[in-house]
């Protein structure tokens, strides 16, 4: 059945592979889990369970009235967990995902076995956080917002991006309900929260489980490297590539985690 009846959302989802061990994949801001289309065969193959949902408000999920915070995010994640019956899962997060993920690592650490990260934008300098993500807060308040954002997240693509999947992209961020790309940013800028590396730090030190993590920018590697309380973690700075690295390279990404995975089975 590809959608999950929660408490107060739908989510779409799909759970394909049979394995004993689930990887459960969370997708971004402005984005849904047709963004993993690159790694679901490839896990399936390597024998894992791998579920990908819709966010609230993404995608084919339903759009509830409110609930943007991570938290919320990382909640309709635990029921589905529940629902679905899969126990601790390796949870993958791609920019928002990311943060998602690290809340349900921190919230619910009996329910992450594992937790991988790409690319996400917690953790920056104070000052830097609101300078970047308040014009798009303005923006979506805006006839032209999502059009603002669309070309704004254009912008990160990397240069080897597809044009096909580059309208892909703007095309699904035109199609997501504004209210709901402002009412997340607002969330995730809220006083005190991951956005600022001044609340990440500490909210990131309480991720138990080991973490992969692969920043495009080598500041944000190194900084994130200092929150790690697994020895086993790892935090990688790849260069040359655009945000959406799980695509443009997503073969090099999955031989990533299937290695680091298997090295966490062997150690």
């Not at 329910?111 to 993500?133: F, M, N, T």
Request: proline fraction near 5%; aromatic fraction near 8%.
């Amino acid at each position: 059945m590809p959608y999950a009846d929660l408490t107060d959302v739908r989510l779409f989802y799909t759970d394909e592979g049979e394995g004993d061990t689930a990887v459960l994949l969370v997708h971004g801001w402005g984005c849904d889990s047709h963004d993993w289309s690159w790694q679901i065969g490839p896990l399936v193959d390597a024998g894992f369970r791998v579920i990908a949902p819709d966010n609230r408000g993404y995608g084919r999920s339903t759009v509830p009235r409110e609930g943007f915070d991570s938290t919320d995010f990382a909640t309709d994640l635990v029921e589905l967990i529940g629902l679905l019956q899969v126990g601790r899962v390796i949870a993958v997060g791609h920019s928002q995902g990311g943060v998602i993920v690290s809340t349900l690592a921190v919230e619910h650490p009996d329910l992450v076995a594992a937790a991988v990260i790409v690319d996400s934008p917690y953790g920056l300098p104070d000052h830097e956080a609101s300078e970047r993500w308040q014009p798009f807060i303005h923006a979506l308040g805006t006839d032209n917002g999502l059009e603002h954002v669309a070309g704004a997240l254009a912008a990160v693509e990397g240069k080897q991006m597809p044009n096909a999947l580059r309208k892909w992209h703007q095309r699904r961020v035109l199609g997501t309900a504004p209210e709901v790309m402002r009412s997340t940013l607002e969330a995730f800028l809220r006083e005190g929260s991951v956005a600022t590396r001044s609340g990440a730090d500490e909210y990131l030190r309480r991720r138990r489980c080991p973490v992969l993590t692969v920043h495009t920018h080598p500041a944000q590697a190194a900084w994130e490297e200092t929150t790690f309380a697994d020895p086993r973690s790892r935090s990688l700075h790849w260069g040359q590539v655009g945000h959406w690295l799980h695509q443009e390279r997503a073969d090099d990404l999955n031989d990533l985690i299937l290695r680091w995975l298997t090295e966490l089975q062997t150690n």
